[in-house]
């Protein structure tokens, strides 16, 4: 059974940045494709930043491209999302998302994703 564990997020006012972190173990396949999702207030969940373990290919949502960065550190199995220029519309809570052994598209769905229990982030205008 993979085991997330998340870090960071927090209140922050508009312009403001936040870091979150989550690192994996005991997941089952050399190759695997990780990142966040974020869940609103009454929406449903959306994924905003992915990266895979081989090659470095990331994905970005329209919504954050330019103002998020996603990074990993394969030594510590860890995945980082710099979080810039945040603005009230980014509210919600962050999930730790992780594919073993999926392609980003395939974890992009979100279906067969193991999740962390979330982090909260608020952006104040």
């Known amino acids: 059974q993979v085991q997330l564990v998340e870090s960071g997020g927090g209140s922050v006012q508009a312009g403001g940045s936040l870091r979150l972190s989550c690192a994996a173990s005991?997941?089952?396949?050399?190759?695997?494709?990780m990142g966040w999702f974020r869940q609103a207030p009454g929406e449903g969940r959306e994924w905003v930043a992915g990266i895979n373990s081989v090659g470095g290919t990331t994905y970005y949502s329209d919504s954050v491209k330019g103002r998020f960065t996603i990074s990993r550190d394969n030594a510590r199995n860890t995945v980082y999302l710099q979080m810039n220029s945040l603005k009230p519309e980014d509210t919600a809570m962050y999930y730790c998302?992780?594919?073993?052994?999926?392609?980003?598209?395939?974890?992009?769905?979100?279906?067969?994703?193991?999740w962390g229990r979330g982090t909260q982030v608020t952006v104040s205008s």
């Open positions: 005991a997941y089952k396949y050399p190759t695997y494709s």
């Open positions: 998302a992780f594919g073993d052994g999926l392609s980003l598209p395939t974890w992009a769905k979100g279906t067969n994703n193991y």
